[in-house]
């Protein structure tokens, strides 16, 4: 994995909290939330960032190498955000990402579970 240059980090922090909250808004279902999210997102990034680019830049490897960066509590929601988003793009031909294996799809299962436990 390529490591972060060491001025770049709080960016990439700072974007992948972003992009992360618009998914896990889009997994809440609440369309309010998720407008939030994006708006939120176009503020500090710029109004060509959407669902789909927060999507494709979750789903990569500078997302993954950043939320490395986060508080635990916030790494596992990224995390989940990371996931899906690979998921996603892989299926929906949005980036050259892979799909998810069989141990990628268990962490998924198993983030999933825990955060069903902290609500």
Do not use: P
Not at 12 to 25: N, T
Not at 39 to 56: M, R, V, Y
């Amino acid at each position: 994995m390529k490591t972060l240059i060491a001025n770049d980090t709080a960016f990439e922090l700072r974007k992948a909290r972003l992009c992360s909250s618009v998914i896990l808004a889009l997994l809440d279902g609440n369309s309010a939330n998720i407008q939030e999210s994006i708006t939120a997102l176009q503020k500090e990034l710029g109004n060509g960032w959407s669902l789909t680019s927060a999507i494709q830049y979750m789903s990569g490897k500078r997302a993954k190498a950043a939320l490395e960066l986060g508080t635990a509590d916030e790494q596992v929601s990224m995390l989940m955000a990371h996931q899906v988003a690979r998921e996603v793009c892989s299926k929906h031909g949005l980036g050259a990402v892979e799909s998810l294996n069989d141990a990628d799809m268990a962490e998924l299962r198993a983030l999933i579970q825990a955060k069903k436990y902290q609500m």
